[in-house]
T-cell receptor, first 113, second 112 residues
Framework: EPEVTQTPSHQVTQMGQEVILRCVPI?????FYWYRQILGQKVEFLVSFYNNEISEKSEIFDDQFSVERPDGSNFTLKIRSTKLEDSAMYFCASSQGGFDGYTFGSGTRLTVV | QQQVKQSPQSLIVQKGGISIINCAYENTAFDYFPWYQQFPGKGPALLIAIRPDVSEKKEGRFTISFNKSAKQFSLHIMDSQPGDSATYFC???????????FGTGTRLQVTL
């Protein structure tokens, strides 16, 4: 079964450093997303991406965040200057756009120290 | 108005019993209601989903009941098994590819 692949599975970074989280969505999907989940809490929407541009973003997705699809397969989330409160699981997801639902990756655990 | 309220926060059910998790929403523009299952260290996995034109959908041991007038929907897990022990999230969105709004999650434990 096709899956969404995320790397790395765990990243530790110092406060103020830049991090890039990487995702390979399912190949025939058109819509791409990033969500985050702070430990023990609900999954929160960050951003959606379609046709090479952001289609929607949440209040969490401020100027410190950016997304990019640098080639035909990768989808990245960059945090420019990490804060302690950015520590969370970050999930990439992709969708064909129908009512089949999203497919989520296994996540990247980001720890900011 | 974008919130999806989920209860209970945690649930302990004996093997073979029925697990019931409830969700309520306010936004009448929501038209897709999936349930996700999440195991520790993994991403949410789509379990079952419903659209508001039907009141019930069943897939194996999992059933969604949907009450459009009450703006509520629930997940029923029949014959619950220890392997069902996970966190369950309800969610909703307003279009085929729009953002999902998640409930707060229910940690289900199925005991022997």
């Amino acid at each position: 079964e096709p899956e969404v692949t995320q790397t790395p599975s765990h990243q530790v970074t110092q406060m103020g450093q830049e991090v890039i989280l990487r995702c390979v969505p399912i190949s025939n999907h058109l819509y791409f997303y990033w969500y985050r989940q702070i430990l023990g809490q609900k999954v929160e929407f960050l951003v959606s991406f379609y046709n090479n541009e952001i289609s929607e973003k949440s209040e969490i997705f401020d100027d410190q965040f950016s997304v990019e699809r640098p080639d035909g397969s990768n989808f990245t989330l960059k945090i420019r200057s990490t804060k302690l409160e950015d520590s969370a699981m970050y999930f990439c997801a992709s969708s064909q756009g129908g009512f089949d639902g999203y497919t989520f990756g296994s996540g990247t655990r980001l720890t900011v120290v | 108005q974008q919130q999806v309220k989920q209860s209970p926060q945690s649930l302990i059910v004996q093997k073979g019993g029925i697990s019931i998790i409830n969700c309520a929403y306010e936004n009448t523009a929501f038209d897709y209601f999936p349930w996700y299952q999440q195991f520790p260290g993994k991403g949410p996995a789509l379990l079952i989903a419903i659209r508001p034109d039907v009141s019930e959908k069943k897939e194996g041991r999992f059933t969604i009941s949907f009450n459009k007038s009450a703006k509520q929907f629930s997940l029923h897990i029949m014959d619950s098994q220890p392997g069902d022990s996970a966190t369950y999230f309800c969610a909703a969105n307003t279009g085929t590819a729009s953002k999902l709004t998640f409930g707060t999650g229910t940690r289900l434990q199925v005991t022997l």
